[in-house]
């Protein structure tokens, strides 16, 4: 049990670190490569909570995931991004 919770410790950290990264890139003018970074932390770190949460409540998984999603496809349809 230890060992799992020091993984999921683990990648909740790597997300952070991504969406962090994700907004000093925004700030500096990556816009699309920062979009996707935060999709990329926001979404795992969505899922890391609502795989450690005992109540399984689906709204509070899909709506998070909705908009990372559509934040991900908004990147890829950025016109003449760096």
Same mark, same amino acid.
Request: glycine share 6%.
């Given at each position: 049990?230890?060992? =799992? %919770? *020091?993984?999921f410790n683990q990648i909740r950290a790597v997300?952070? &670190? =991504?969406?962090? #990264? @994700? =907004?000093? =890139?925004? !700030?500096a003018g990556a816009v699309r490569s920062a979009?996707? +970074?935060? &999709?990329? @932390?926001? @979404? $795992? #770190? !969505?899922?890391?909570? #609502? $795989?450690?949460?005992? *109540? %399984? %409540? *689906?709204i509070e998984f899909i709506l998070p995931m909705?908009?990372? +999603? +559509?934040?991900?496809?908004?990147?890829? $349809? +950025?016109?003449?991004? *760096?």
């Amino acid at each position: 049990m230890i060992n =799992l %919770r *020091k993984y999921f410790n683990q990648i909740r950290a790597v997300s952070y &670190a =991504l969406v962090v #990264f @994700g =907004l000093v =890139l925004g !700030i500096a003018g990556a816009v699309r490569s920062a979009a996707i +970074l935060i &999709a990329i @932390g926001a @979404g $795992t #770190f !969505i899922s890391n909570q #609502f $795989t450690r949460s005992n *109540k %399984r %409540r *689906k709204i509070e998984f899909i709506l998070p995931m909705a908009v990372v +999603l +559509l934040l991900f496809v908004v990147a890829l $349809t +950025l016109p003449h991004a *760096k």
